[in-house]
């Protein structure tokens, strides 16, 4: 779709929406949904272009792979990026570069909606999900160079050519040690083997909320090992996801096999067979807690008082490790204060029940901050 709506200066989604109206009405982009398209809409489309309508239903994710739930796809994720464009995908620039070199259209790849995808089967590299000069979230606009459909970022413009690397590239060993957990995942996922539950439960193991249900840390922290280590912003969205892996950065992607593979081995077993560090990694985490909703108006979920917040800060200010922070460089002192704050969130839980949801937010951490 991207690639005939290129050659009119449109996107897919605003040749969507013109084929989906009269000529002479005005048309708004349309929302297409590439696993499953609706039938009437992929019959327009197929009369419009004078294809098969068959042929164009067997594009759709859920004809190539029948047997994958939507969860096991690339979503945005509530939190991750809001203002970042609503489709958009992880890509591998080689691939770009292949197309280039054979002098055809560029096109996206369905594999790179799979969740688990975080490396090119084809090329060995890590896909990219970050425009390299606007450094939002990458989503991918054409735009006809020379007679054919070339990749660019929707935002800056800039044309998604292989530049050697760009961006780093993790060590090869990683790489291919992440490859082959991919690919079991892949197999099991698409159905060729029964695994799936396995590698299901061990994941959002990997993602529970470390030893309390409010935490904003993931077991996974066990895993780094790394005194005071915060979990950043962009991806505490992920902690507690029933399937995390879809809704992470390539990056964190990346982390979380090479983790599961570390931690649960080839062949995840979830039960009283665990190893001894898997089975220590099981008991801390905390029972997944009701997601706070992001169609809840805002404002609603902070329901601790001025007062309370005050309570909490002077608390802190009193912790014993926190007296003996004050001889820590500043870098420290914060790490010590950050892991306070996560400390007396999870012990205090607020007064008013809509705040029980989602007690620990980043304004809570900065409301205690300014206490
Ligand atoms: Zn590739
Ligand atoms: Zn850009």
Known sequence: MARVACRYGLTAEELAGHFAVDDNCLSSP???????????????????????????????L??????????????????WAPS????????????????????????????????????CPDH???????????????????????????????????????????GGRPHDALVRAAHAVQQRITASVNGENAEQEQFEKALAILWAPLDHPAAARPVLALWFNEAGWRC????????????????????????TLLALNDIF???????DTLPPAAAHLVRRAAPRQIRFSSRRPSGQALKRSSAEYEGLARQILADPCWIAAAKLPPRKRERVRARLIDAAL?????????????PKLPSDEQAIQKC
């Open 30 to 60: 349309l929302a297409i949904d590439d696993r499953a398209p609706a039938l009437d809409q992929t019959r327009v489309w197929a009369q419009a272009c004078g294809v098969d309508p068959e042929r164009l239903q067997r594009l759709a």
């Open 84 to 119: 970042a464009p609503p489709r958009s995908t992880p890509v591998c620039v080689a691939c770009f570069a292949a197309d280039q070199a054979a002098g055809r259209d560029a096109y996206l790849r369905a594999g790179w909606m799979l969740a688990e995808r975080c490396i």
């Open 62 to 79: 859920s004809k190539r792979y029948p047997r994958r739930s939507r969860s096991w796809y690339v979503s945005a994720g509530p939190e």
């Open 265 to 271: 081995g080839a062949d995840p077993r979830v039960d």
């Open 124 to 166: 060995g590299q890590l896909l990219q999900d970050r425009c390299v000069s606007c450094h939002r979230r990458l989503s991918v606009a054409f735009r006809l160079r020379d007679g054919r459909a070339q990749p660019a970022c929707s935002c800056c413009g800039l044309l998604l050519a292989d530049r050697g690397g760009e």
């Open 232 to 255: 950043p912003y962009d991806v505490r969205h992920a902690v507690g996801a029933k399937t995390p892996l879809g809704q992470l950065p390539v990056r964190w992607r990346l982390l």
């Open 346 to 358: 999870a012990r205090n839980w607020p007064a008013s029940p809509g705040a029980a949801l989602s």
